[in-house]
């Protein structure tokens, strides 16, 4: 079983959708959870973390974190084209460790 | 923001020779570097952390020996494939972690290096 499990998709919506994704983790000690965005052939760029459990809210972008049901979200708003990409979360248990990545969820968002 | 480059977007050499991919932040000191391999449609998989000035550390399956890893400078990382053969064809790319910022956690990634070996 894997320590980070996340459906990759694809996940086609229409444009102004609210787009949900989300993932699950086996790892308790895991605290900090980062959602990245990711354009294919380029990096990954990091759009929301998360310190242990709750909301946060950027923008259109707003990350969930339940740590007691090992589980996170990250849903946008009004979605548009240019948020087609792969979305990876990923997770770690300290500040400086490694990151745990989840296999990314293809998101299409169609005009 | 903090940039990460990689050098260079896209090599295609010959099985058996060695390939050298590096990793610089531009605008900031990287005490840690890290290095991922993606496969297509899969997700990123840690291969190494390299700490400026110490030798790396690799992930459990990763042949030191056959990717070595260089943190010679604050601000460079270069990986090598030694002996490349057509499996390690894959899409490298690396981060950076800035530990002289409040986003200590926050890892910079570079643009990727997609290599073909023939």
């Known amino acids: 079983q894997k320590e980070v499990e996340q459906d990759p998709g694809p996940l086609s919506v229409p444009e102004g959708a609210i787009v949900s994704l989300n993932c699950t983790y086996s790892?308790?000690?895991?605290?900090?959870f980062m959602w990245y965005r990711q354009y294919s052939r380029k990096g990954p760029e990091l759009l929301m973390y998360?310190?242990?459990?709750g909301n946060k809210e950027d923008g259109r972008f707003t990350a969930q974190v339940d740590k007691s049901s090992k589980y996170i979200s990250l849903f946008i708003r009004d979605s548009q084209p240019s948020d087609s990409a792969t979305y990876l979360c990923?997770?770690?248990?300290?500040?400086?460790?490694?990151?745990?990545f989840g296999a990314g969820t293809q998101v299409v968002v169609t005009p | 923001g903090a940039v990460v480059s990689q050098h260079p977007s896209w090599v295609i050499c010959k099985s058996g020779t060695s390939v050298k991919i590096e990793c610089r932040s531009l605008?900031?000191?990287?005490?840690?570097m890290f290095w991922y391999r993606q496969f297509p449609k899969q997700s990123l998989m840690l291969m190494a952390t390299?700490?400026?000035?110490?030798?790396?550390?690799?992930e459990q399956g990763v042949e030191k020996d056959k990717f070595l890893i260089n943190h010679a400078s604050l601000t460079l990382s270069t990986l090598t494939v030694t002996s490349a053969h057509p499996e390690d064809s894959s899409f490298y790319i690396c981060?950076?972690?800035?530990?002289?910022?409040?986003?200590?956690?926050?890892?910079?990634f570079g643009p990727g290096t997609r290599l073909t070996v023939t």
């Open positions: 981060s950076a972690r800035d530990a002289s910022g409040h986003d200590y956690y926050e890892q910079y």
């Open positions: 790892n308790s000690a895991f605290q900090y």
């Open positions: 998360t310190y242990s459990s």
């Open positions: 990923a997770m770690s248990e300290n500040s400086w460790g490694k990151l745990q």
């Open positions: 605008d900031f000191q990287a005490t840690t």
């Open positions: 390299s700490n400026e000035g110490s030798k790396a550390t690799y």
